[in-house]
């Protein structure tokens, strides 16, 4: 509920919206990804909403190929590869996507089914920050949805398995 009011309240004139600091946990974790899946579909409508009807766990280290688009137009699309690592029960992502390969870092923890992930990257001025929720769609791929801070609109990234890497 809190990330809703969050939402609520940058509507309001002067306000803004500080939606990765907000905590997620078994209780919420639904709720929230069911939130970013609604406000996706309400502006997208291409993608099959039963994709995510899926309960499996998160099995998600490896090298991934990135397919997704931006928030704004399911035309501004970018592809790009992923490595997941995990240490202790953290994960660690590092992405390398666009036309310029630009670099994206970020740390996550699997909540219920759920692989959320805090991102971050840079260009030569500022640090944009966001959140992706994944879930594993089946044994190579996980997709998901993610908003950015002062992007109030929610993109979509879908990750395919190339390897495992070395574990």
Known sequence: MHFIKKIIQYFKKGHHIEFINDEFNDE???????????????????????????????????????????????????????????????YHLDWAVGISNIYQKGIGKVIKNFLVVHFDYKDKEHTFKGLVIYRQIDKDTLAGFWIEEGIFEVGFECLKLKNRGFQ
């Open 28 to 90: 919420n974790i639904e709720q929230q990804f069911t939130l970013l899946q609604t406000a996706y579909f309400q502006l997208h409508s291409s993608l099959n909403n039963t994709l995510f009807d899926t309960n499996l766990e998160i099995d998600a280290i490896g090298n991934y190929s990135v397919d997704g688009h931006n928030p704004w137009d399911e035309e501004s699309k970018y592809s790009g590869s992923l490595q997941i690592q995990k240490n202790d029960n953290q």
